[in-house]
């Protein structure tokens, strides 16, 4: 290995175990970082699992830092699911996605058997997918700039990276880490490490990204006098007025297809200030939860209405804005901690309402 290809692995690494230091630091109080420090940690494992001269270590340090490299496709399907879904938790099958992908590293650096190359990459590609949908699915309701910016970046940069690595092992022997590419991969990991370094990643000491396991534990029901985020100048005042007046008054949260365009259409105004509008003074980060919030008010007054005890919830849902009835279970149980059916006997006395 060059001198220059060790300066440039090396300041990437020291990067990346910087920045699992802070996060690590941070962990306890914004939960999103301790995944941000799984994939910070991968992508270095990676760095020194890429270096041409790698097999030449002995064997016990060359398993960890292979194995924590093999499974860098679940850790950024894991990091892109806590830092863009605001509902995020740590289920079972990210565990097991993670751990598939370093049983099947561990089997190949013993044995190379066909089948088991090409189900490793087949779910490496799965794992990467999914954490690229996680980051751009939701971009349109998201009401915060910072994020929505980083969701493209993350999602695209890492994508071809990843699919660029996964191909060329492909192509031919030790794809990327042989000796004539190796300096030129070392060239653009270091690039990639400093951008992704330079526009961050959203955590809790920026007061307008808020940690999304914070967000996803507040009840989503708008204030309708909240306290905002920053104080409102004249043109914000004016604009969160009549955002008021169409929501309390016209009820266009009624309407199942209400987008963030369709909105600042109506008030007449750039869907950026509609966004800005909705972040910095009511403190949302999600345009779904914000409707959401009003649709299960109406909802929850309409269940508590002893004389509307025998009106469908199905027709209750879709009468507040919900699409269909899977989306306002889930929302409402949420939010109440009930299903509809068993909020409406707690609210009117066991008064026999109509089942969906």
């Known amino acids: 290995m060059s001198t220059l290809e060790a300066a440039l692995r090396g300041g990437a690494v020291v990067i990346l175990l ?9 962990a306890r109080r914004d939960p999103i970082s301790r995944y941000l420090a799984l994939l910070s940690a991968s992508i270095a494992a990676y760095i020194v699992d890429s270096a041409a001269d790698f097999g030449t270590l002995a ?3 060359r398993i960890p830092i292979h194995l924590l490299n093999a499974g860098t496709p679940a850790a950024f399907w894991i990091a892109m699911s806590a830092v863009f879904v605001d509902e995020f938790r740590l289920r079972w099958y990210h565990l097991l996605g993670w751990l598939a992908l370093m049983g099947f590293a561990l089997i190949d650096m013993f044995r190379h058997p066909m089948s ?5 990459t087949c779910l490496a590609v799965l794992l990467l997918l999914l954490g690229v949908w996680h980051a751009l699915a939701g971009r349109a309701a998201d009401l915060v700039e910072k994020r929505r910016r980083l969701r493209v970046w993350y999602a695209i940069v890492t994508l071809l990276y990843s699919l660029l690595v996964i191909v060329s092992e492909w192509l031919w022997p030790g794809g990327l880490s042989v000796s004539s590419l190796s300096l030129a991969n070392a060239a653009g990991l270091a690039a990639l490490i400093f951008l992704f370094a330079v526009l961050g990643t959203p955590v809790a000491n920026d007061a307008s990204l808020m940690p999304a396991t914070a967000v996803a534990r507040q009840p989503v029901v708008i204030p309708r006098d909240p306290s905002p985020a920053v104080l409102a100048t004249e043109p ?9 007046r169409l929501l309390d008054h016209d009820k266009v949260f009624r309407e199942p297809d209400l987008s963030v365009a369709t909105l600042s259409q109506k008030l007449d105004i750039p869907e950026y200030r509609l966004r800005h509008l909705i972040n910095r003074q009511l403190g949302y980060r999600n345009f779904s939860a914000f409707v959401n919030g009003y649709r299960l008010a109406e909802a929850e007054a309409a269940l508590s209405d002893p004389e509307q005890a025998a009106v469908p919830i199905l027709t ?4 507040a804005g919900f699409g269909s009835i899977g989306p306002f279970n889930r929302a409402f149980k949420a939010q109440t901690g009930l299903t509809p059916s ?7 006395g066991g008064v026999a309402g109509a089942e969906t």
């Open 59 to 61: 064997l016990p340090l």
């Open 316 to 319: 209750i849902a879709l009468d």
């Open 342 to 348: 068993e909020y409406r006997r707690a609210r009117i």
């Open 236 to 244: 914000d005042a004016a604009e969160l007025a009549a955002l008021r």
């Open 18 to 26: 910087f920045r699992v230091t802070v996060a690590a630091r941070d």
């Open 116 to 120: 088991f190359d090409v189900a490793h």
